[in-house]
């Protein structure tokens, strides 16, 4: 069974930063690349950043400049450094591990359950 669990979320002003974690935990034999979507209410689910096991990374244009995605291997962490915050950056914020567990040889994507970030003007 693996878990992942998101922290960091909140309520914060316009310009403002906030620090997104998500770890993974259980029978965890290897993780690819880990990344976190957000959800807006209304709106569909979408990535905003991801991270390769060899720390390759990739944005969304909207948060170019203002995020970064960092991860530990040996925590099995991931991070989502979010500064300059714009209400537009409100939503649901969700980590992502493609991972593979112990008891199986492919690997598939595990989900967090969300943390909510609400950005106020």
């Known amino acids: 069974q693996v878990q992942l669990v998101e922290s960091g979320g909140g309520l914060v002003q316009a310009g403002g930063s906030l620090r997104l974690s998500c770890a993974a935990s259980?029978?965890?034999?290897?993780?690819?690349?880990m990344a976190w979507y957000r959800q807006a209410p209304e709106k569909q689910r979408e990535l905003v950043a991801a991270?390769?096991?060899?720390?390759?990374?990739n944005y969304v244009d909207s948060v170019k400049g203002r995020f970064t995605i960092s991860r530990n291997n040996a925590k099995n962490t991931v991070y989502l450094e979010m500064n300059s915050l714009k209400p537009e950056d409100t939503g649901a914020y969700y980590c992502?591990?493609?991972?593979?567990?112990?008891?199986?040889?492919?690997?598939?994507?595990?989900w967090g359950q969300g943390t909510q970030v609400t950005v106020s003007s």
């Open positions: 992502k591990a493609e991972l593979r567990d112990i008891y199986n040889t492919r690997f598939s994507d595990s």
């Open positions: 259980g029978s965890i034999f290897s993780i690819s690349t």
């Open positions: 991270i390769t096991s060899g720390g390759s990374t």
